[in-house]
């Protein structure tokens, strides 16, 4: 079955970087485009970054463009979010997702806490 696990959260200082993985299993990951998404508490879950499946396009929320970069490795089936610059507005959980013919997957996310 597909599975979606997001590490790599943590707890860090204004101004410091983290990076998220989600390790995929249970389909084709080269074949399709993946997400990151979070959800601060009190808040709507909102879209982060974007990448297609071969990694060549990738799109950001405005707010974290030039702090923020989407990657993947599809020889081991893993999206990657480097997170650099944070902010206390950063702090959220942090969830990755696919959108599969069989239907829309999500992860169970990973809490990131900006915080002095």
């Known amino acids: 079955q597909v599975q979606l696990v997001e590490s790599g959260g943590g707890l860090v200082q204004p101004g410091g970087s983290l990076r998220l993985s989600c390790a995929a299993s249970?389909?084709?990951?080269?074949?399709?485009g993946m997400w990151w998404y979070r959800q601060a508490p009190g808040k709507e879950r909102e879209w982060v970054a974007?990448?297609?499946?071969?990694?060549?396009?990738?799109a950001y929320l405005d707010s974290v463009k030039g702090r923020f970069t989407i990657t993947r490795e599809n020889a081991k089936s893993t999206l990657y979010l480097q997170m650099n610059n944070l902010k206390p507005e950063d702090t959220a959980v942090y969830y990755c997702?696919?959108?599969?013919?069989?239907?829309?997957?999500w992860g169970q996310g990973t809490q990131v806490t900006v915080s002095s």
């Open positions: 997702k696919t959108e599969l013919p069989s239907g829309t997957y």
């Open positions: 249970g389909f084709n990951f080269r074949g399709y």
């Open positions: 974007t990448i297609v499946s071969t990694g060549a396009t990738t």
